[in-house]
């Protein structure tokens, strides 16, 4: 009985050294996978720290204004800022006294060649 | 009974060191997997990935525009005793090496030498395609600058080893070096744009030696933009000269002339030395000893006190600061801050220069900007306290939202009058070239003679300009300086602060206050093309 039960034990230890080393290889198999995985996580991080420092570069506003300049035939000048969102009344508030302030702005245009006038009054 | 129970102890007792041997075997399985579940994978997990991780922080604007990042490169390395004679000379024509200096390296004995370092993908495959023994490409880290030559002096630069030599690289150094994620910057790269621009143009329509300018929020301290031309490009490889690392800005300090009269008007209203209504006699020099001081165009000659700040009189303004003295107008000063270097996170900060002897004559000069030199970002953050509400400001390179609660220098209401005086100097007085449509800015013009030998040199002058917008509730501060600028047709020949940069300054505001969210306001406009109208005769 003791001899059966010893057998038994034995077995059974030599089963579950059996399935820990699956299990011990399949980890290993999992962590070298894993190790692979994070490799390329970091080459493509790389690739994306390059890529916004390209980005960055690309859309440096004295670049863009250079490219504006050269192939737009657009004027370097300030914007215009006509009103804001702090200046608008709130939905549920009746405005008072308050003046209505409208947006308007006289914006200088350069002569453009090639235009010529052709009506001075219109709505005629 | 007897005879029977011994087997069975001993068999028990097998069984018991059975189960003690198989219990210690599976606690040795069980501790080995937790070492393998858990620190085996840490290590697999470390291996390979934080070598590619930038070993310093990314610095970003406010808006989260990048600045500055440390991008990954390959460096070549040469062992030269395997390398064949002429290696120096293929390599030096196949990556744009210096010939002799590889000749050189390759002579020295050495084992290993760096041949170059950061190369770009071409000369990488130039590399190769030698096909060179001994010949070596390790990885390693470059700082890469994407903000260009508009950021330079304010970011600076990190050494060979990416260690921070000079700029916020250096300031910010142990952060940099330890920070988890970006660090945002104060600057907006907007503003630092539309502040350079300016700037150069201004440098090169008045033929200046050197030109600068900061942008500053007057509550918070933070410094959107600086700028000092010339300047360099961050990401060149060739050796930059001394002229072009210096920012003139915060490494250099200057006689800043008539500007400096904020402070003396500041003080004397503060202590209640006069009244903006009193009227002062500028009509002949005012002899201090053997000195006779004078006004650079004819006024007067009675000027009241407001138009003795709107027309920079420094007869006038001599009288003012004799009322308070030497010993007050020193400690005013102090309390300003602008008698200790600025201190802010770059390392570069000059010293201001102060007399030794302090009396009347001293006095009298400093009222009026000569006498004393300060730095132009140790006198913005002065002059942002003069205009926010009268509390002391530490001028920051670091994003904080939240106004400083500083010291306060001058009571609320004497910062109301300075600010009524700085719009006069834009609508009537010498800063009339820096107004801007439908913006009420207020400012104040300075042009200083530059110190020449024991005298100044008049030709050679130092115009600037601070100017703070919108001046009823000021949110920034302008400060434009050019070193020795040259009137030109339009400007009638005069090289002063008036025509040079005022008209600077008014051009950055006009461009800088749509982007800080501020519109053009209605009623400023309407006035002002009433007072134009007024004008015309």
Redesign the interface.
């Given at each position: 009985m003791?001899r059966t039960l010893?057998f038994a034990?034995i077995l059974v230890?030599g089963l579950?050294?059996l399935g820990?080393y699956r299990?011990?290889e399949e980890?290993?198999v999992a962590?070298?996978d894993?190790?692979v995985t994070?490799?390329a996580?970091?080459?493509e991080?790389?690739t994306m720290?390059?890529l916004?420092?390209?980005?960055?570069?690309a859309t440096?506003?004295?670049r863009i204004?250079a490219l504006a300049e050269r192939h737009l035939a657009l004027a370097?000048r300030?914007?215009?800022?006509?009103?804001?969102l702090a200046?608008l009344p709130h939905k549920n508030r009746p405005l008072a006294d308050e003046p209505v302030?409208t947006a308007k702005?006289i914006v200088p245009m350069p002569a453009q060649a090639g235009l010529k006038v052709v009506a001075f009054r219109t709505g005629m | 009974m007897r005879a029977g129970s011994a087997p069975l102890n001993l068999?028990r007792g097998r069984?018991a060191l059975?189960a003690i041997f198989?219990a210690f075997?599976?606690a040795l399985?069980c501790a080995?997997?937790i070492d393998?579940?858990l620190f085996?994978?840490a290590v697999?997990?470390t291996?390979?990935?934080d070598?590619?991780?930038?070993l310093r922080a990314d610095l970003v604007d406010r808006n989260g525009?990048?600045?500055a990042?440390?991008?990954?490169v390959r460096d070549l390395y040469a062992r030269p005793a395997q390398l064949p004679d002429m290696a120096a000379h293929d390599l030096a024509a196949a990556i744009g090496s210096d010939e002799a200096r590889l000749a050189r390296a390759f002579a020295s004995g050495r084992g290993y030498v760096a041949v170059k370092r950061a190369l770009t993908p071409a000369e990488q495959d130039a590399a190769m395609q030698l096909g060179l023994p001994g010949l070596t490409f390790e990885d390693s880290y470059r700082r890469?600058y994407?903000?260009?030559s508009?950021v330079a002096h304010a970011i600076g630069q990190v050494d060979i080893d990416g260690h921070g030599v000079s700029g916020l690289e250096l300031g910010l150094d142990r952060l940099l070096s330890n920070a988890g994620g970006p660090i945002q910057l104060s600057l907006d790269?907007?503003i630092q744009?539309?502040l350079?621009?300016e700037v150069a143009e201004g440098q090169a329509t008045f033929g200046a030696k050197a030109a600068g300018g900061i942008v500053m929020n007057v509550h918070t301290g933070e410094v959107l933009a600086l700028v000092s031309l010339p300047n360099y490009e961050p990401d060149q490889r060739s050796p930059i000269s001394p002229d072009a690392m210096r920012n003139r800005m915060t490494q250099d300090v200057y006689e800043l002339g008539s500007i400096f009269k904020i402070f003396s008007f500041a003080e004397a209203v503060d202590e209640h030395s006069i009244r903006l209504d009193e009227t002062f006699n500028v009509g002949k020099p005012l002899q201090m000893g053997r000195y006779a001081i004078e006004d650079s165009h004819k006024l007067g000659p009675i000027l009241t006190a407001a138009r003795v700040f709107s027309e920079s009189s420094n007869i006038g303004t001599a009288q003012i600061a004799m009322r308070a003295g030497p010993d007050r107008q020193r400690a005013f000063l102090k309390r300003m801050g602008l008698l200790k270097p600025a201190k802010t996170e770059l390392p570069e900060s000059a010293a201001p220069l102060t007399p030794s002897h302090w009396k009347d004559v001293e006095t009298a000069t400093i009222s009026f900007g000569h006498g004393i030199s300060v730095s132009p970002l140790s006198f913005a953050a002065a002059a942002a306290a003069v205009v926010n509400g009268g509390t002391r400001i530490t001028p920051t390179f670091l994003r904080h939202d939240k106004p400083q609660a500083g010291e306060r220098v001058i009571s609320e209401k004497t910062s109301a009058a300075m600010r009524g005086l700085m719009r006069l100097v834009v609508t009537e007085g010498t800063g009339r070239n820096a107004d801007v449509p439908?913006y009420d800015i207020g400012g104040k013009t300075g042009t200083a003679e530059k110190a020449q030998g024991h005298g100044y040199a008049h030709k050679s002058l130092i115009s600037s300009f601070c100017g703070v917008f919108p001046i009823e509730a000021p949110q920034y501060l302008v400060f434009v300086m050019l070193d020795e600028p040259k009137g030109t047709k339009d400007t009638s020949g005069f090289a002063t602060a008036g025509y040079t940069s005022a008209p600077v300054a008014g051009?950055v505001i006009?461009?800088i206050?749509?982007?800080l969210?501020?519109?053009?306001n209605?009623a400023v406009a309407a006035a002002e093309g009433q007072r134009e109208s007024t004008k015309e005769p």
């Amino acid at each position: 009985m003791m001899r059966t039960l010893n057998f038994a034990f034995i077995l059974v230890t030599g089963l579950v050294c059996l399935g820990l080393y699956r299990i011990a290889e399949e980890a290993r198999v999992a962590s070298a996978d894993l190790a692979v995985t994070e490799r390329a996580i970091t080459r493509e991080r790389s690739t994306m720290a390059v890529l916004g420092a390209e980005w960055a570069r690309a859309t440096q506003p004295a670049r863009i204004a250079a490219l504006a300049e050269r192939h737009l035939a657009l004027a370097d000048r300030p914007s215009i800022e006509l009103s804001s969102l702090a200046l608008l009344p709130h939905k549920n508030r009746p405005l008072a006294d308050e003046p209505v302030r409208t947006a308007k702005a006289i914006v200088p245009m350069p002569a453009q060649a090639g235009l010529k006038v052709v009506a001075f009054r219109t709505g005629m | 009974m007897r005879a029977g129970s011994a087997p069975l102890n001993l068999v028990r007792g097998r069984i018991a060191l059975a189960a003690i041997f198989c219990a210690f075997a599976f606690a040795l399985i069980c501790a080995r997997l937790i070492d393998v579940a858990l620190f085996g994978n840490a290590v697999a997990a470390t291996s390979g990935h934080d070598r590619a991780i930038a070993l310093r922080a990314d610095l970003v604007d406010r808006n989260g525009v990048l600045i500055a990042r440390d991008l990954p490169v390959r460096d070549l390395y040469a062992r030269p005793a395997q390398l064949p004679d002429m290696a120096a000379h293929d390599l030096a024509a196949a990556i744009g090496s210096d010939e002799a200096r590889l000749a050189r390296a390759f002579a020295s004995g050495r084992g290993y030498v760096a041949v170059k370092r950061a190369l770009t993908p071409a000369e990488q495959d130039a590399a190769m395609q030698l096909g060179l023994p001994g010949l070596t490409f390790e990885d390693s880290y470059r700082r890469y600058y994407p903000g260009g030559s508009a950021v330079a002096h304010a970011i600076g630069q990190v050494d060979i080893d990416g260690h921070g030599v000079s700029g916020l690289e250096l300031g910010l150094d142990r952060l940099l070096s330890n920070a988890g994620g970006p660090i945002q910057l104060s600057l907006d790269m907007r503003i630092q744009y539309a502040l350079a621009r300016e700037v150069a143009e201004g440098q090169a329509t008045f033929g200046a030696k050197a030109a600068g300018g900061i942008v500053m929020n007057v509550h918070t301290g933070e410094v959107l933009a600086l700028v000092s031309l010339p300047n360099y490009e961050p990401d060149q490889r060739s050796p930059i000269s001394p002229d072009a690392m210096r920012n003139r800005m915060t490494q250099d300090v200057y006689e800043l002339g008539s500007i400096f009269k904020i402070f003396s008007f500041a003080e004397a209203v503060d202590e209640h030395s006069i009244r903006l209504d009193e009227t002062f006699n500028v009509g002949k020099p005012l002899q201090m000893g053997r000195y006779a001081i004078e006004d650079s165009h004819k006024l007067g000659p009675i000027l009241t006190a407001a138009r003795v700040f709107s027309e920079s009189s420094n007869i006038g303004t001599a009288q003012i600061a004799m009322r308070a003295g030497p010993d007050r107008q020193r400690a005013f000063l102090k309390r300003m801050g602008l008698l200790k270097p600025a201190k802010t996170e770059l390392p570069e900060s000059a010293a201001p220069l102060t007399p030794s002897h302090w009396k009347d004559v001293e006095t009298a000069t400093i009222s009026f900007g000569h006498g004393i030199s300060v730095s132009p970002l140790s006198f913005a953050a002065a002059a942002a306290a003069v205009v926010n509400g009268g509390t002391r400001i530490t001028p920051t390179f670091l994003r904080h939202d939240k106004p400083q609660a500083g010291e306060r220098v001058i009571s609320e209401k004497t910062s109301a009058a300075m600010r009524g005086l700085m719009r006069l100097v834009v609508t009537e007085g010498t800063g009339r070239n820096a107004d801007v449509p439908g913006y009420d800015i207020g400012g104040k013009t300075g042009t200083a003679e530059k110190a020449q030998g024991h005298g100044y040199a008049h030709k050679s002058l130092i115009s600037s300009f601070c100017g703070v917008f919108p001046i009823e509730a000021p949110q920034y501060l302008v400060f434009v300086m050019l070193d020795e600028p040259k009137g030109t047709k339009d400007t009638s020949g005069f090289a002063t602060a008036g025509y040079t940069s005022a008209p600077v300054a008014g051009r950055v505001i006009a461009r800088i206050a749509p982007l800080l969210g501020m519109p053009r306001n209605d009623a400023v406009a309407a006035a002002e093309g009433q007072r134009e109208s007024t004008k015309e005769p």
